[in-house]
């Protein structure tokens, strides 16, 4: 009996043991296959075979015209094992003579103490006989890769944005389209043996070629913008400063910066703050830029007419606790029409016209303008601006929000706005990226509210506030703003000079606005912003050939449009088989004449053209070829 339990208390020991044993190896099976399988597989992969991304080149960036924004070029990344190297000072001492610009002290220094793969120096340009001397060293490796380059340097840098080291976009368009710019990478699988050495070689996932990008953006009319803007900046003493064009049918931004700005070839010589669009980014008050939509609503309402008048209590209106004041605190205006106020930007005027108006009125409004939205446009980054979404307010906000206080937009929401005005009453999305496709509009206000809106801001800049925007033989429609600045610590201190304006009598429409932020001295739009406006206003007007619907005052010559000179002669042909004279042409006009006598022509620049080689006059042969210089027309 005592042998019996004996074996069965041993069989049941036995039988437990098992049991435990195979709950251990389910347990740790379960833990290998399940738990820990992810890590598991990144280990053995890593010891017996890598994976490599390698994508292709990326895609260019070109303006609306072709023009390279940003494109790529040939550079050279060198890296080292250190414990492979037998020598390594002697090696490093080779490295610094074959290329003097890495120092050998740097080299030391960067790779003491690492035993590992070590970069010594990445996307440098060498010449073919320095790539062949790094190859002939023992350990030193050399890779060939694509570097990011700007050939306009701060020319659209704000737009575009830059990339990183591995060429992945990290701020701007770059950013924004770095899938499509960048494409998909082909996968490289490689095998290695116990040495860690590559023994097969495997592809898969073949990848898809980098897309390019046009944008809408016109490079001539940006660096023309931009120069005018840096100088406006500089002159007045001023923070910063920001310029917008766009066209009024589609929708397209034709030039867009802010200043300072910076080179992305040279990103470590900037500041950070200047490497975003404020433009599109950051909002601010407009000023007096938002009466024209306080106007617009009370038209639109059939409210009020350009003709009704509103007593503008001598300069000094009391709102609630507070004293509504002028712009100008020596204008003591009485009594103004619509018109008037408008002209005149007076905001006591401005407020009594919103007390009419009533916030709801005004708030409907200025959400058809798409005030407190974002736009749209293709920049990361966009703010939506400030807006009092309130159904209703104290007469003071109120009273604040219709001349451009107690709301804040961006630039780019302006821009848009006004367009908005030119077009006819239709908004249109305003776009960086070149699509040639129908562009959709909306009708936010009646063409009738819009004519007699220009009507108004014309009269602001042919005898209103806005004269320093005057172009001889052009008719400009626009409007001046003197806003208080909102300071960091959420109070007001200095002051935003802004102009926004458009030509009316041209073909090819187009909306601008220029604002200055806190400049020293006089600080008043039509001072600061307005003759920025009509600097970049005579270049494009004259790029475009916008002449047709010229309207001449009576007082004025029609030879008297001496706003651009352009040398010129009022005869082209020099007689059968010679050269005719191409000087003061534009390149089409260029190439008609040069069709018409049956000459061979080469272009250089742009504009129109200066110099012509052989001059003309010069007898036409078989292999003749005129080279005509293009420049810039000057401007005064």
């Known amino acids: 009996m005592k042998i019996d339990k004996f074996r069965k208390h041993k069989i049941i020991t036995i039988f437990c043991a098992f049991i435990v044993m195979f709950v251990l190896v389910v347990g740790k099976a379960f833990k290998v296959q399940v738990i820990d399988r992810k890590e598991l597989i990144t280990r ?22 072709g023009n390279p924004l940003a494109i790529n070029i040939q550079t050279y990344s060198i890296f080292t094992i250190p414990k492979k190297l037998k020598s390594e000072k002697n090696t490093y001492r080779k490295i610094s003579q074959i290329i003097p610009k890495l120092n050998y002290k740097d080299i030391v220094k960067k790779i003491s103490g690492r035993k590992r793969f070590t970069w010594i120096a990445r996307k440098i340009s060498l010449s073919k006989e320095q790539v062949e001397s790094i190859k002939s060293l023992k350990g030193v490796y050399i890779d060939s890769v694509p570097k ?10 704000q737009i575009l944005g830059f990339v990183g080291i591995d060429n992945t976009g990290l701020s701007g368009i770059e950013y924004l389209y770095d899938e499509m710019l960048r494409g998909e990478p082909k996968i490289v699988k490689y095998f290695k043996d116990a040495k860690g050495r590559p023994v097969k070689f495997e592809s898969y996932n073949p990848g898809n070629e980098a897309k390019d990008l046009k944008l809408t953006i016109d490079k001539d009319l940006q660096a023309v913008a931009e120069k005018h803007l840096k100088e406006a900046v500089v002159e007045h003493e001023a923070l910063s400063g920001g310029v917008g064009i766009i066209d009024v049918e589609t929708g397209e931004v034709l030039a867009m910066a802010n200043y300072p700005t910076f080179d992305p070839n040279h990103l470590r010589s900037t500041s950070s703050k200047y490497r975003k669009l404020s433009f ?14 306080t106007v617009s609503s009370v038209l639109e309402n059939k409210i009020a007419t350009p003709e009704t008048s509103y007593f503008c209590e001598r300069g000094s209106f009391k709102v609630d606790d507070h004293i509504i004041s002028e712009a100008d605190s020596k204008k003591k205006h009485e009594w103004l029409t619509v018109k008037e106020i408008i002209k005149y930007s007076s905001n006591i005027g401005t407020t009594k016209i919103a007390f009419d108006l009533t916030y709801p009125k005004l708030k409907k409004t200025l959400e058809n303008f798409n005030f407190g939205e ?12 400030i807006f009092n979404s309130n159904e209703n307010v104290t007469p003071l906000t109120l009273s604040n929000i219709s001349f451009g206080q107690g709301i804040a937009t961006t630039g780019i929401q302006m821009l848009t706005a006004y367009a908005a005005i030119a077009n006819g009453g239709k908004l249109v999305r305003p776009t960086i990226i070149k699509n040639d496709s129908k562009k959709e509009s909306k009708q936010i206000i009646s063409e009738d509210t819009a004519q007699k809106m220009e009507k108004m801001l014309l009269s602001v800049v042919e005898d209103g506030t806005g004269s320093a925007a005057q172009l001889s033989m052009f008719k400009i429609a626009g409007k001046t703003s003197t806003a208080q600045r909102v300071d960091e610590k ?24 220029v604002y200055i932020d806190n400049p020293k001295g006089s600080y008043y739009g039509n001072v600061v912003a307005a003759p920025v406006f009509n600097k970049i206003s005579q270049y494009l007007l004259y790029k475009n050939k916008d002449f047709s619907k010229i309207e001449v005052a009576e007082h004025e010559d029609a030879n008297n449009f001496d706003t651009v000179k352009i040398k010129h002669s009022s005869v082209r042909s020099r ?7 191409f000087i003061g042409l534009d390149k089409f006009s260029s190439k008609r004449l040069a069709d018409k006598y049956g000459v061979s022509i080469n272009s250089k620049g742009i504009g129109v053209v200066v110099e012509q080689l052989p001059p003309s006059g010069e007898t036409i042969s078989e292999n003749t070829k005129v080279l005509l210089k293009f420049s810039p027309p000057s401007y005064e």
Do not use: C, W
């Open 44 to 65: 053995s992969e890593s010891q017996t075979y890598r994976k490599i991304k390698v994508y292709p080149k990326r895609g260019n960036i070109y303006d609306r015209n």
């Open 575 to 581: 007689g059968k088989g010679k050269v005719p004279n």
């Open 148 to 157: 990011r380059l700007y050939p306009n340097h701060e020319i659209a840098a």
């Open 490 to 513: 959420g109070g007001y201190s200095g002051h935003v000079g802004g102009f926004i304006g458009y030509p009316v009598n041209v073909d090819k429409k187009f909306v601008m606005y």
């Open 374 to 385: 974002k736009t749209g446009v293709e920049i990361p980054g966009e703010s939506r601006g």
């Open 280 to 293: 599109v980014t950051d909002p601010f008050e407009p000023g007096s830029t938002m009466k024209a939509f």
